[in-house]
C-alpha cells in the first residue's frame, strides 16, 4: 500500500502542480481566475482521443498535437470572451464559469456521456526495489517533471520570464518599462493553457475521458491555491503535493476513500480560509500596496 | 532656435466638471531641461501622466518630434523616446534590484537585435553603477532607502536609453546631501555619453519639483501651473519673480 501511496501521491501532485501553477500564472498576471482552466485540461484529453481513435495518429504525435490546439483553443477563447471584459473581474470570473460549461456541453453534445479512454504510450513495467512500478506511470512522471522544470526555466531565466513577472507584479509599472503588457498576458495564458493541457494530455491513458472530468480537478485546483496563496507559484507547487499525498492516502488508506477525496480537498480549503487566508505563501492583502 | 522636441498644444483634462489640466501649451526644445512647478494639485503630475499616455487627455494634442502621441499606449511611447520616474517610487518588490532594471533596458527601443539575457544584465548593472547603487544589485527592492528607490528610479529610466526623461519630485523626500548628489546625477546624465554599455542620447528633462533652490540650478527653462492652467513660462528668475506665481504659492499680496 505505501508504494501504491508514494507512486500515486507524485502522479496526483505533479498533474495538480501542472495545473495548479497554470491557473496561478495567469491569475497573478492577467487578474483573471479561470475557472475553464480545467475545462481546458479536458479537452486536450479529447484531442488526443479524436487524434488517436478518428485519425488513426500515433499517441505521442496525437498528445502534441492535443497540446497545441488546446494552447490555440485557450488564446481563441481569451480574445473573443476574456479580454474585452477583463477590467472587471466579476464579471471575467462569471464568464470563465460559462465557457466552462460550454466546453462540458460541446463535448459531451459530440461525444456522447460515454467513458472513453487511450491506450498507454508505454506498457509493462519495472522492479524497483521490490516494488513494482508501471512504465506508464514513470513516463507520466518525467513528462510531468520536465514540463514543471521547463516552466520554471522559462519563468527565471528567460526575458520572457522576466516580463511576465513584472507584469504581475505591477502592471502599470511593466507599461512605463516599455514592456508591451498584452503580449506578456498572452504569453503568460499561453504558458498557462499548455500546461493544462499537458496535464489532460498525460493523464489521458492513466484514467477515462468523460465530459465531467474537469469537474474534480478543478476541486483540487482551487484547494491547491487557496492553500498556496492564490498567485503564488511557490504556493502552488507545495501544495499540490501536500493534497496530491493527501489524495492518495485518503484514497488508499481510509474504506470508501475515493468518495472522500474532493470533501476533505474543501474541507482543507475552508480551513485555510479560516485560519490563513492568505494560505502558505500568498502575500497579505496589506503588504500588497 | 533648436528644433522641439516636444510641444503641448491646448492640453485638457476633466475629471467629471473638474479641469485638472486646463488648455496648457509649451514647447520643449532639444537638450533643454525644462523645470514644471506649481502648488500642489496644480495638475503638474497628471501632466506628465498625460504625456506618458497613462491618462487620456480631454483635448489639445502632444506631439513628439513632430508625431501625435495622443492615443498611443505607454509601452508605445516608452519605445519612441520618453521615459519617466514615479513621485512615489514603484519597484517591483519582489524582484531583486539588477532585475528591476533588466526589465527597461529589455524593451525594444533600448535592445539590438538577438541581445543575450547577459548582455542585458550587463548593462543594467552600467545603469546602476550611473545610478550609484549597484554594490546592492542582488538585493530584493523592498529593502531599499527613501534614496537609493530613487536612484533606482533612474537607474530604470535610463535603461530605456529616453530622449526625454519626466522626473516627478526627483529630490523628494531625500536629505540635502542625498539631494546635491541627485542633482549632480542628473546634470551628468543630462551630458550625455556612453556609461559602459549604456548609452545616454542626453535627454531633455522635465523635472516636477518643489524644492526651487536644486531646481533653478538645473533648469533651463521654468514653466509653473496654477489649477491646471499655464501661469507663467521662462527663465527661472524671471518666473520666480512673477507676480503671479507668488501669487500661487503664497495666496494674494504674496509675502
Known amino acids: 500500500m505505501i508504494q501504491e501511496i508514494v507512486i500515486n501521491g507524485l502522479i496526483n501532485g505533479s498533474i495538480y502542480a501542472l495545473l495548479a501553477i497554470g491557473f496561478s500564472l495567469i491569475f497573478g498576471v492577467a487578474r483573471v481566475v479561470n475557472i475553464a482552466h480545467t475545462a481546458l485540461y479536458m479537452a486536450a484529453s479529447y484531442f488526443i482521443y479524436l487524434g488517436f481513435d478518428y485519425l488513426g495518429m500515433s499517441s505521442l504525435l496525437a498528445a502534441l498535437i492535443s497540446i497545441l490546439l488546446t494552447v490555440a483553443l485557450g488564446l481563441v477563447c481569451y480574445q473573443l470572451f476574456i479580454k474585452p471584459i477583463r477590467e472587471h473581474e466579476s464579471a471575467v470570473l462569471i464568464a470563465t464559469i460559462a465557457l466552462a460549461m460550454v466546453i462540458q456541453e460541446i463535448f459531451l453534445l459530440a461525444f456522447g456521456g460515454n467513458y472513453l479512454g487511450v491506450p498507454p504510450l508505454a506498457t509493462g513495467y519495472f522492479m524497483l526495489a521490490g516494488v513494482k512500478i508501471a512504465n506508464q506511470h514513470l513516463l507520466v512522471l518525467g513528462a510531468a517533471f520536465l514540463a514543471l522544470i521547463g516552466t520554471w526555466f522559462l519563468l527565471m531565466k528567460t526575458r520572457i520570464g522576466l516580463g511576465i513577472r513584472c507584469t504581475a507584479q505591477d502592471r502599470e509599472v511593466a507599461n512605463l518599462m516599455g514592456i508591451n503588457v498584452n503580449r506578456e498576458i498572452m504569453a503568460a495564458l499561453g504558458i498557462s493553457v499548455g500546461m493544462a493541457a499537458v496535464a489532460g494530455a498525460i493523464v489521458a491513458p492513466l484514467s477515462v475521458i468523460d465530459p465531467h472530468m474537469w469537474l474534480h480537478p478543478l476541486t483540487m485546483m482551487l484547494a491547491i491555491v487557496v492553500l498556496g496563496g492564490l498567485g503564488s507559484i511557490k504556493g502552488s507547487f507545495i501544495s499540490s503535493y501536500i493534497l496530491g499525498f493527501t489524495e492518495a492516502v485518503v484514497v488508499f488508506a481510509l474504506p470508501m476513500g475515493a468518495f472522500l477525496k474532493g470533501p476533505i480537498a474543501l474541507s482543507i480549503m475552508i480551513l485555510v480560509l479560516l485560519i490563513r487566508p492568505e494560505g502558505l505563501f500568498g502575500v497579505s492583502f496589506e503588504e500588497e500596496r | ?255
Open chain 2, 1 to 255: 532656435m533648436a528644433e522641439s522636441l516636444l510641444e503641448i498644444v491646448g492640453l485638457g483634462k476633466r475629471f467629471g466638471g473638474l479641469h485638472v489640466t486646463n488648455n496648457v501649451s509649451f514647447e520643449l526644445n532639444q537638450h533643454e531641461i525644462i523645470g514644471l512647478i506649481g502648488p500642489n494639485g496644480a495638475g503638474k503630475t497628471t501632466l506628465l501622466r498625460l504625456i506618458m499616455g497613462i491618462l487620456k487627455p480631454s483635448s489639445g494634442s502632444i506631439r513628439f518630434k513632430g508625431k501625435n502621441i495622443n492615443g498611443l499606449k505607454t509601452w508605445d511611447i516608452v519605445n519612441l523616446g520618453i521615459a519617466c520616474t514615479f513621485q512615489n517610487m514603484r519597484p517591483f518588490r519582489r524582484l531583486p534590484i539588477i532585475a528591476n532594471v533588466m526589465v527597461s533596458c529589455m524593451c525594444p527601443r533600448a535592445m539590438k537585435r538577438g541581445e543575450w539575457v547577459k548582455r542585458i544584465e550587463a548593462k543594467a548593472m552600467d545603469a546602476l553603477e550611473f545610478a550609484g547603487i549597484s554594490d546592492m544589485a542582488l538585493e530584493k527592492a523592498s529593502t531599499l532607502s527613501q534614496g537609493d528607490l530613487k536612484r533606482l528610479e533612474i537607474a530604470r529610466a535610463i535603461g530605456t536609453e529616453p530622449e526625454l526623461l519626466l522626473l516627478d519630485e526627483p529630490f523628494g523626500g531625500l536629505s540635502p546631501l542625498e539631494t546635491d548628489l541627485m542633482a549632480k546625477s542628473i546634470k551628468r546624465l543630462h551630458k550625455g555619453g556612453r556609461f559602459g554599455r549604456l548609452h545616454s542620447e542626453g535627454p531633455s528633462m522635465i523635472i516636477v519639483e518643489h524644492k526651487l533652490q536644486q531646481l533653478m540650478k538645473i533648469a533651463d527653462r521654468i514653466v509653473a501651473l496654477s489649477f491646471g492652467t499655464l501661469i507663467a513660462d521662462g527663465k527661472p528668475d524671471e518666473v520666480v519673480r512673477n507676480p503671479q506665481v507668488i501669487e500661487a504659492y503664497f495666496g494674494e499680496g504674496g509675502i
